[in-house]
């Protein structure tokens, strides 16, 4: 697991337990993640970069691929909490969170998700 997602499990885990959350399977099948990250993997990047051209080695770890994309934090923060609704990533540089934060309220306010806990990194 990338350095980003162990931030976003923790934050995560914040936000639930600020809210109070306790959510039944029907509110858990429309609650999502909106999540902002301005660059995803940076520590793998690095691990692979390091393996590939200073060591010259051929392979990388398996998972690689998936603990860089910046989406993987937020699939694992659906994952962590049961979530089956919407599951995105905005990755916009500095303006990340705003943008996820913008683009979660409406969904709550037409009760798509029926409840979010917004953080920004």
Do not use: H
């Given at each position: 697991m990338?350095?980003?997602?162990?931030?976003a499990l923790?934050?995560?885990?914040?936000?639930w337990?600020?809210?109070g959350?306790?959510?039944d399977?029907?509110?858990?099948?429309?609650?999502?993640?909106y999540?902002?990250?301005g660059l995803?993997?940076?520590n793998?990047?690095e691990?692979?970069y390091?393996?590939?051209?200073?060591?010259?080695?051929?392979?990388?770890?398996?998972?690689?691929?998936l603990?860089i994309?910046?989406?993987?934090?937020?699939?694992?923060?659906?994952?962590?909490?049961?979530?089956?609704?919407?599951c995105?990533?905005?990755s916009t540089?500095?303006?990340?969170?705003a943008n996820?934060?913008?683009?979660?309220?409406?969904?709550?306010?037409?009760?798509?998700?029926?409840?979010?806990?917004?953080r920004?990194?």
């Amino acid at each position: 697991m990338d350095r980003i997602s162990q931030f976003a499990l923790g934050a995560g885990s914040q936000a639930w337990k600020d809210r109070g959350l306790i959510l039944d399977s029907q509110e858990k099948a429309r609650a999502g993640v909106y999540l902002g990250v301005g660059l995803g993997g940076a520590n793998t990047i690095e691990e692979v970069y390091d393996r590939l051209f200073r060591k010259k080695s051929d392979r990388v770890k398996a998972l690689s691929v998936l603990m860089i994309m910046p989406s993987s934090a937020a699939t694992l923060l659906s994952i962590e909490y049961g979530l089956s609704g919407p599951c995105l990533t905005f990755s916009t540089a500095c303006s990340s969170s705003a943008n996820a934060v913008g683009e979660a309220y409406p969904t709550d306010q037409r009760w798509i998700c029926g409840c979010d806990a917004g953080r920004g990194s």
